[in-house]
T-cell receptor, first 111, second 115 residues
Framework: GQQVMQIPQYQHVQEGEDFTTYCNSSTTLSNIQWYKQRPGGHPVFLIQLVKSGEVKKQKRLTFQFGEAKKNSSLHITATQTTDVGTYFCAGPFGGSYIPTFGRGTSLIVHP | EAGVAQSPRYKIIEKRQSVAFWCNPISGHATLYWYQQILGQGPKLLIQFQNNGVVDDSQLPKDRFSAERLKGVDSTLKIQPAKLEDSAVYLC?????????????FGPGTRLTVL
């Protein structure tokens, strides 16, 4: 079956440093979504990517979808303590697809 | 806009007992999902409803899990009998439709502990 792998599993950074998490799928994805889950909270939607090579930005967050639509990345510039949480990629959604979540990357930001 | 409601928030039961979870999605959302999230892992889809019909339940352990969405609004997920490995957070999510471009809104989840 389809697998979605995320690396790293954990990332410790000093506040102000950059952070990147990578998502790799065993199959081509028609779309991919990114979610953030704060400790003790529930996943919150961040963004959806659909097009090959697509890049989207949200303030300090940059999301990228690979040309082959089998990988994606989330990059945070100049991390802040409010960025703490676990970031999940998931897909695909729609039609007869069964969305699969990655294991997530937990970001720990040290002040 | 009210979010996805779930109850109870916490439940502790002994193995072989039964338990039920309730979810009320955002008004007007046709698609409803139940996920199981084991500690340290990503959410795993158990079942997806479109209105009151099942779109996919291929990952639902049907020998012990059941779910229904009467009238295409509220939904309940039941486990009977529970096993130790069912300890997890059960998340309900809803979206306008299952198509692309529709974000999922998650409820707060029900944390189940099976002793």
């Amino acid at each position: 079956g389809q697998q979605v792998m995320q690396i790293p599993q954990y990332q410790h950074v000093q506040e102000g440093e950059d952070f990147t998490t990578y998502c790799n799928s065993s199959t081509t994805l028609s779309n991919i979504q990114w979610y953030k889950q704060r400790p003790g909270g529930h996943p919150v939607f961040l963004i959806q990517l659909v097009k090959s090579g697509e890049v989207k930005k949200q303030k300090r967050l940059t999301f990228q979808f690979g040309e082959a639509k089998k990988n994606s990345s989330l990059h945070i510039t100049a991390t802040q303590t409010t960025d703490v949480g676990t970031y999940f990629c998931a897909g695909p959604f729609g039609g007869s697809y069964i969305p699969t979540f990655g294991r997530g990357t937990s970001l720990i930001v040290h002040p | 806009e009210a979010g996805v409601a779930q109850s109870p928030r916490y439940k502790i039961i002994e193995k072989r007992q039964s338990v039920a979870f309730w979810c009320n999605p955002i008004s007007g959302h046709a698609t409803l999902y139940w996920y199981q999230q084991i500690l340290g892992q990503g959410p795993k889809l158990l079942i997806q409803f479109q209105n009151n019909g099942v779109v996919d339940d291929s990952q639902l352990p049907k020998d012990r899990f059941s779910a229904e969405r009467l009238k295409g609004v509220d939904s309940t997920l039941k486990i009977q009998p529970a096993k130790l490995e069912d300890s997890a957070v059960y998340l309900c999510a809803s979206s306008l439709s299952p198509g692309t471009g529709n974000e999922q809104f998650f409820g707060p989840g029900t944390r189940l502990t099976v002793l």
